[in-house]
Antibody
Framework: QVQLVESGGGVVQPGRSLRLSCAAS????????MHWVRQAPGKGLEWVAI????????YYADSVKGRFTISRDNSKNTLYLQMNSLRVEDTAVYYC????????????WGQGTLVTVSS | QSVLTQPPSVSAAPGQKVTISCSGS????????VSWYQQLPGTAPKVLIY???KRPSGIPDRFSGSKSGTSATLGITGLQTGDEADYYC???????????FGGGTKLTVL
């Protein structure tokens, strides 16, 4: 069965960096595009970034462009989100999700990992 | 403020029907597919509808989706208390090259 397991969350000071990972299993990881989506406490869903199945294209939300980098290692079945220059407003649960068909069909989601940016 | 507009809340009695609207523009809903997601308290979102009106395997036909012009609608019939959740629409915005979500709608089954 398809499984997505995020890790790497925690408490970090503003301006510091953090790298999230999403370990995928149960499907051919290299055949699927992948997203990161976040949700601030008590707020709605906010899309963060997408990477094509082969890593050839990436797109970012304006709120993270230039600070966050999405990447993948298809040999390790793992998706990453490198987060630099973190801000208090980046505090959220971060989910990875698989592209099911068109880019807005998120067919499987991980359980999420909490990132708290605080001094 | 989200680019896609959803009502903050809707409510209905068990067994009744409810619809949730999602309003956008020609750069997003008008020319791209819409998906709908259900988020139960404390859990990750789950897809209910994709490609405007398709249900993934395992999603009951009580859930339906439609799109007309620059708006989309999620319909839920035979409401159950277990349907109480937040619902989000999502689509691609061709002008911005980003995925966008609606602000979410909280469904209360009275």
């Amino acid at each position: 069965q398809v499984q997505l397991v995020e890790s790497g969350g925690g408490v970090v000071q503003p301006g510091r960096s953090l790298r999230l990972s999403c370990a995928a299993s149960g499907f051919i990881f290299s055949s699927y595009g992948m997203h990161w989506v976040r949700q601030a406490p008590g707020k709605g869903l906010e899309w963060v970034a997408i990477i094509w199945y082969d890593g050839s294209e990436e797109y970012y939300a304006d709120s993270v462009k230039g600070r966050f980098t999405i990447s993948r290692d298809n040999s390790k079945n793992t998706l990453y989100l490198q987060m630099n220059s973190l801000r208090v407003e980046d505090t959220a649960v971060y989910y990875c999700a698989r592209v099911g068909g068109n880019v807005v069909y998120f067919d499987y989601w991980g359980q999420g990992t909490l990132v708290t940016v605080s001094s | 403020q989200s680019v896609l507009t959803q009502p903050p809340s809707v409510s209905a009695a068990p067994g009744q029907k409810v619809t949730i609207s999602c309003s956008g523009s020609s750069s997003n809903i008008g020319n791209n597919y819409v998906s709908w997601y259900q988020q139960l308290p404390g859990t990750a979102p789950k897809v209910l509808i994709y490609d405007n009106n398709k249900r993934p395997s395992g999603i009951p036909d009580r859930f339906s989706g439609s799109k007309s012009g620059t708006s989309a609608t999620l319909g839920i019939t035979g409401l159950q208390t277990g349907d109480e959740a937040d619902y989000y629409c999502g689509t691609w915005d061709s002008s911005l090259s980003v995925v966008i979500f609606g602000g979410g709608t909280k469904l209360t089954v009275l």
